[in-house]
């Protein structure tokens, strides 16, 4: 099976600080990465586009600068959150498209971000 | 703006019974759509899809149903089961990129 993992799993951090949340595909490569964030009973919204050895691609109205995405290998894509603030909390997924076929996606299991 | 639409937050559904989800979505270009389930604190799991050339896909107990000119699709669990109590996601993408909508998602509940 095609199997993606997201370290940590869970993180707490103070306002101020800068946390980052890994994204692996284990068992395939993925030269495309996505990054979605969840809401307390709402929708997964995609965040950005992480493409290998390419820079990210930002949906409209989320800060580059806040969430730094890095796409070293093609099986690891890094999230960086910036000077974390209590609004940022949240459930962070990733997800890893495997091989050509278009729509092939799996998804990571998340990581839940608590600002404090 | 909303592409992709639950419009039913919540369901409940007594367990042998036949549960239906419903999707609408908005965009013409979309032609592939898939649903997700969703335990909480972890990410979506696929469960079924169907491209926009057919209007039915069946996996077991999990039915699509996709009609285009009403850009509507729903989700047919039958026997609905325990273990399918979960929030579910509809979705849609288009054939020339991999970028997946989701819509607001349906908790479903399977009662005894």
């Known amino acids: 099976g095609a199997v993606v993992s997201q370290h940590p799993s869970r993180v707490i951090c103070k306002s101020g600080t800068s946390v980052k949340i890994e994204c692996r595909s284990l068992?395939?490569?993925?030269?495309?990465m996505f990054w979605y964030r969840q809401f307390p009973k709402q929708s997964l919204m995609l965040m950005a586009t992480?493409?290998?050895?390419?820079?990210?691609?930002?949906e409209q109205g989320v800060e580059k600068d806040k969430f730094l995405i890095n796409h070293a290998s093609l099986t690891l894509s890094t999230l960086t959150v910036t000077s974390a603030h209590p609004e940022d909390s949240s459930f962070y997924i990733c997800?890893?498209?495997?091989?050509?076929?278009?729509?092939?996606?799996?998804f990571g299991p998340g990581t839940r971000l608590t600002v404090l | 703006d909303q592409q992709v639409k639950q419009n039913s937050p919540s369901l409940s559904v007594q367990e042998g019974r036949i549960s239906i989800l419903n999707c609408d979505y908005t965009?013409?270009?979309?032609?592939?759509f898939l649903w997700y389930k969703k335990y909480p604190a972890e990410g979506p799991t696929f469960l079924i899809s169907?491209?926009?050339?057919?209007d039915k896909n069946e996996d077991g107990r999990f039915t699509v149903f996709l009609n285009k000119s009403a850009k509507h699709l729903s989700l047919h669990i039958v026997p609905s089961q325990p273990g399918d109590s979960a929030v579910y996601f509809c979705?849609?993408?288009?054939?020339?990129?991999?970028?997946?909508?989701f819509g607001s998602g349906t908790r479903l509940s399977i009662r005894p």
């Open positions: 997800s890893a498209v495997r091989g050509v076929k278009d729509n092939e996606q799996f």
């Open positions: 068992d395939f490569q993925a030269t495309t």
């Open positions: 992480s493409n290998e050895g390419s820079k990210a691609t930002y």
């Open positions: 965009n013409s270009m979309f032609d592939y």
């Open positions: 169907i491209s926009s050339i057919k």
């Open positions: 979705a849609a993408t288009y054939s020339s990129a991999s970028k997946i909508i």
